[in-house]
């Protein structure tokens, strides 16, 4: 299984000046932009850090609005019910293009219910595994992980997470038959990998650069397309033995199915401003997160791509909604 190689992405788009706002268009009121998860999570994190200054762009206050529930879907089907008149709009997790393949029944169509707008910010993930694992390659450390028995377990931030995912697809790819094991988010998972428990986990930048700049857990790899800058000594898992890999938890922005184009531009237009923000580089920074800010027409080509991906995925590694 190959997964489109993001090498655009992962180069830093230049964001050094917002360009002008798009004509045509303007908010008559104030914006209301769905988290559709909890308070102080990622998703939530880059929502609050655009809000400020895209409201400043736009001339109207933007507020954001958290409706966690059922992995994200149930914010999306409040944005698929709402005008789409820009005045509602939604930053929601990767999990926008892993819930078609794992809930059933929902009240709306993810391929068609959306307008995609740009994808925000990639956070790519880090391999991570007890200092006492042997090897100091991936092929290394995976040519031990095969002389274990089947079922030893791996972690992971939650059921059919990113760091769940990145995992599911490189036992695929390495053809390892073990366990995963899901704790509720990505710094519960980090005490069993410290203590052995675990044999490894794919956990975020912010929850592993410290630990592994520490010494006290060891780094196989990155699952990004290109080694990041926090950790240049880390190789990719793609160049490890497995061309084509990669799968990074990522942010992206929507607004309901038929917003009209110059809106489109205008509140595209708006969130690069933000990204420009000298306050809202240096958090996404500290945060480990790579600012992106794809244009429209590109996002949703990348969209309909990882759908596509990612249920292939879901449906090879046997991942079931939980």
Known sequence: MTFISRRA???????LAAPAMA???APTRSIR????????????????????????????????????????????????????????????????TVNPALIRNLPFDYSTAFTPISQIVVLPQIMIAPVS?????????????KTLPAGTPYGSSGNATAAHLAAALLCQRAGLRMEHVPYRGGT??????????????????SSSLQLVREGRVKAFAVSTARRIASLPDVPTV???????YELNEWNGLYAPAGLPEAATARIYQAMQAALADSAVKARLEALGAMPVGTPPAEFA??????????AQLVREAGIEAG
Not at 66 to 77: E, Q, V
Not at 189 to 205: L, Q, Y
Not at 238 to 244: K, R, S, V, Y
């Open 133 to 145: 694992a042997p090897g100091r390659t991936l092929q290394e450390y995976i040519a031990h992980l």
């Open 33 to 96: 932009m769905i988290a559709p998860y909890s308070p102080g999570g990622g998703v939530d994190t880059t929502a609050r850090l655009l809000a400020g200054p895209m409201g400043a762009a736009l001339g109207q206050a933007v507020a954001v609005d958290n409706r966690a529930g059922a992995g994200g879907s149930l914010g999306a089907a409040e944005l698929a019910r709402s005008p789409a008149d820009g005045h509602t709009i939604m930053v929601d997790a990767m999990a926008h």
């Open 238 to 244: 793609a160049e490890q033995g497995f061309p084509g």
């Open 301 to 310: 080509r990348y969209v309909v791509e990882q759908r596509t991906a990612m």
């Open 23 to 25: 004509q045509g268009w």
């Open 188 to 205: 519960a998972a980090i005490p069993d990998v410290i203590a052995g428990n675990v044999a490894f986990v794919f956990g975020t930048v």
């Open 9 to 15: 992405l992962l180069a830093a788009p230049a964001l």
